[in-house]
Each structure stands twice: as structure tokens, then as C-alpha cells.
């Protein structure tokens, strides 16, 4: 059997080195090739877009391809309304992996909000200095918020358009909490603006206990048709038991 994990993530990653043994399934993870030096997970990797729904229908006829996984960023809504589209075109059946996102907890008073565009425009009456989480791609919806200055961090720089008060980090997670704590003591954050991106609550716990008022964007909605799991190892198991015959369409 030969399953596309359409990556990018640590979980795509880790459902690689996952399938890596089994018997009888060949995994090939794509990457959509944003970062100039990715983690490659092992196995065969593919880099770079597949040209929309067409292509990657395209893709997945040619490559006799059997299944997909859907491993992608929570906040990837194009590539994932995409393998949907795709996986009903081509009847090979589709499994979204996803990390559950945060929830509040005792002492939390999170701003929840349904865009960038709106935690670009709750922001000012929050506080002054921003810790941007966001992704360098998200940084333009703040280009507007002179009231503020913002410490942006992300893997790689942001382009313009960007807030005219601004610091880059540029840096890679795994973060701590000892570390998030004394990068918005340093900055003297008043305000972290986060994606529900789910995993490591690092930053929310530094916030919680700073005092620091945090911003949450709200995930896109899942495609309707796709069935979903919440761990690389329930996504591993449906490969196997698709390598032994039995994968099942969402
Ligand atoms: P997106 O907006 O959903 O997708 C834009 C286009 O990029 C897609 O239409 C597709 O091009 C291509 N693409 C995306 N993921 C791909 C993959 N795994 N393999 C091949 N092509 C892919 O995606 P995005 O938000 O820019 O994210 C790009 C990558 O970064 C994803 O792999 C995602 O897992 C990862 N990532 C995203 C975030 C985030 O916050 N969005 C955070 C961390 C990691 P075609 O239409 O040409 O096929």
C-alpha cells in the first residue's frame, strides 16, 4: 500500500518515522516546501504545491496512490479543503490528522477571536507591547496597528507588509516555559497573540502566570466529508490496518 502524508508538521513527521516499519506500506510525505531547510522525515519525501485540486488529483492517480493523510497545520485550510476535494474526485480514501486545540483553564481570560484581521483590531485596547506568534505569513494583518509594538517570532523573517513598530525573533519551538516566561519579561509583553494551534502550552503558561492578556485565533472549520483523529498513533493504526486491506473512505 502507498500512503501520501501530506506534512509539514511534527506529527507528519512522527506518522512517518511511525510507518516507517510496517510491512507492506510505503509512506511519501510532501512538504509544501515554505522552509528552506526542513526537517525531512524519513521515508520518501516529495517537495512543493501539486497545482490545486486537479493536481493533486492528478498526483494521486499517477503515484497509485491508496491513501492519504492529511497531517497539515490546523490553520492550512487551503491544502486541506483541497485533499478533501481530491480524496472525493479519486474515491482514495482520507484521514485528517489534527491536534486537539487549547482550552482555557483557572486563571485564563482568553480573547477569542475568529481571524487575524480581529486580533489586529482588539489589540490596542489590550495593551501596548505584542508578542506575535502568528507565523511570518500572518504578520501583514497587523501592519496597521501603529498603537503598538510588536516582537514577532517565527522560523523564518517576515516580509512586508509589516507594523512599523517591530522586532523580529527568529526562532524554532520547542519552547519552555522558564524560556517564555523570561522572553515577555524581557520585552515587557502585555499581550500574546497565538493561533489555536494546539501542543505545547509553554506560552500560555507564562502568559497565565505574567498576567499577560493573551489573543487566540480560532481554527478553520474541517471539511464536512473528512473524518479526523487526534493522535499520530490512531492515524498510524488506520494505515496499517489499510495496509492489511481495510482503509475506509471518511
Ligand atoms: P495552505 O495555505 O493550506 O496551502 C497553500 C498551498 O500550499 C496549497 O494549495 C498547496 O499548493 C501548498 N501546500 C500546502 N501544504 C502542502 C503540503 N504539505 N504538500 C504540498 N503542498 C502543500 O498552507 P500553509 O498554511 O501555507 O502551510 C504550508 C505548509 O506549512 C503546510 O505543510 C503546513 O502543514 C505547514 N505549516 C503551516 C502553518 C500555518 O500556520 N498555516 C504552521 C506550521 C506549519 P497547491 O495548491 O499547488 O497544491
Known amino acids: 500500500m502507498r500512503a501520501l502524508v501530506l506534512g509539514g508538521t511534527t506529527e507528519g513527521w512522527a506518522l512517518a518515522a511511525a510507518c516507517a516499519a510496517v510491512p507492506g506500506l510505503e509512506v511519501?510525505?510532501?512538504l509544501a516546501g515554505r522552509t528552506r531547510a526542513p526537517a525531512l522525515p524519513v521515508g520518501a519525501v516529495r517537495i512543493g504545491g501539486f497545482g490545486g485540486v486537479a493536481g493533486l488529483a492528478a498526483y494521486l492517480r499517477a503515484e497509485a496512490i491508496d491513501a492519504v493523510v492529511d497531517a497539515t497545520h490546523p490553520f492550512a485550510a487551503t491544502i486541506t479543503g483541497n485533499a478533501a476535494a481530491a480524496s472525493e474526485?479519486?474515491?482514495v480514501p482520507l484521514l485528517v490528522l489534527r491536534r486537539p486545540g487549547w482550552t482555557e483553564r483557572p486563571g485564563d481570560a482568553w480573547h477569542r477571536v475568529a481571524s487575524l484581521g480581529e486580533a489586529a483590531a482588539v489589540l490596542p485596547a489590550l495593551g501596548e507591547r505584542v508578542l506575535l506568534t502568528t507565523g511570518r505569513q500572518g504578520i501583514a494583518a497587523f501592519a496597521g496597528v501603529d498603537a503598538c509594538w510588536?516582537?514577532?517570532r517565527s522560523v523564518e523573517a517576515p516580509a512586508p507588509p509589516a507594523p512599523r513598530r517591530l522586532e523580529?525573533?527568529?526562532?524554532r519551538g520547542p519552547f519552555?516555559?522558564?524560556g517564555e516566561r523570561a522572553l515577555l519579561a524581557r520585552h515587557r509583553i502585555d499581550v500574546l497573540v497565538t493561533k489555536d494551534?494546539?501542543?505545547s502550552t509553554a506560552k500560555l503558561d507564562a502568559a497565565r502566570e505574567g498576567g499577560v492578556a493573551v489573543v487566540v485565533v480560532d481554527r478553520p472549520p474541517l471539511p464536512a466529508s473528512a473524518a479526523a483523529v487526534a493522535t499520530v498513533e490512531a492515524a498510524a493504526?488506520?494505515?496499517r490496518r489499510g495496509s492489511?486491506?481495510?482503509?475506509?473512505?471518511?
Open 237 to 239: 493504526d488506520w494505515l
Open 244 to 250: 492489511a486491506g481495510a482503509c475506509t473512505s471518511g
Open 197 to 199: 494551534s494546539g501542543g
Open 150 to 152: 510588536f516582537l514577532s
Open 28 to 30: 511519501i510525505s510532501s
Open 168 to 171: 523580529v525573533l527568529l526562532a
Open 176 to 178: 519552555t516555559v522558564e
Open 89 to 91: 474526485l479519486t474515491g
